[in-house]
């Protein structure tokens, strides 16, 4: 019975180690975002006046974790913008009382992507998250400090969607961009019979 048990063991074990080889060679990643090409440095965040500072630096910690290297604006290769950040807090359940039981908090923020010879390698785009919290009206201090942190973790999730909308942008796929831009403009030249 000793010597079964044993086996079994070994078994589970090199089970486990094989499991962990495949999930470690596929590129699995727990819960993070996809790795940003270096085909995109040097990059620069460009925020407008309007975008809280704590979604600007919320981007740039992603970029830096990926290691992507961050520049200014004008010593960039390509320009991360974001515009028109909103963020909107709306009662969605209301007490017999008539007060707000639950409150959903929404943030959104445009970005586009272009290159330094001002070719777009992301079309503008609408990025939107929203969290919903149940409100208290006798511990509006602790409900305070939730939407407070709710608003932080929404600042994250904005910034995780914009890697997830650099990660396709490697060195081919920038190259194709490039060429179906000059294709266009080689076309819009020829309908308007300038060379």
């Given at each position: 019975?000793?010597?079964?048990?044993?086996?079994?063991?070994?078994?589970?074990?090199?089970?486990?180690?094989?499991?962990?080889?495949?999930?470690?060679?596929?590129?699995?990643?727990?819960?993070?975002?996809?790795?940003?090409?270096?085909?995109?440095?040097?990059?620069?965040?460009?925020?407008?006046?309007?975008?809280?500072?704590?979604?600007?630096?919320?981007?740039?910690?992603?970029?830096?974790?990926?290691?992507?290297?961050?520049?200014?604006?004008?010593?960039?290769?390509y320009v991360l913008r974001l515009r028109n950040f909103e963020q909107d807090r709306r009662a969605t359940a209301i007490t017999a009382q008539a007060g707000a039981a639950e409150y959903t908090l929404r943030h959104s923020v445009d970005l586009d992507v272009v290159s330094a010879d001002r070719i777009p390698l992301v079309a503008e785009t609408r990025l939107?998250?929203?969290?919903?919290?149940?409100?208290?009206?006798t511990n509006v201090?602790?409900?305070?400090?939730?939407?407070?942190?709710?608003?932080?973790?929404?600042?994250?999730?904005?910034?995780?969607?914009?890697?997830?909308?650099?990660?396709p942008l490697t060195s081919e796929r920038i190259e194709s961009i490039r060429a179906q831009h000059r294709r266009n403009q080689e076309a819009d030249g020829s309908s308007t019979g300038q060379p």
């Open positions: 019975m000793p010597r079964y048990s044993a086996l079994r063991s070994a078994t589970c074990l090199m089970s486990a180690a094989v499991m962990a080889a495949l999930v470690a060679g596929c590129g699995f990643q727990l819960r993070g975002a996809p790795p940003v090409s270096a085909a995109l440095e040097p990059l620069a965040v460009d925020c407008s006046s309007q975008i809280p500072d704590t979604l600007c630096r919320a981007i740039r910690e992603q970029l830096s974790l990926g290691d992507v290297r961050l520049t200014a604006v004008e010593d960039a290769d939107t998250t929203s969290e919903s919290y149940r409100y208290d009206e201090l602790a409900k305070q400090r939730e939407e407070e942190s709710l608003r932080q973790q929404l600042d994250d999730r904005l910034a995780q969607q914009v890697i997830f909308r650099l990660a």
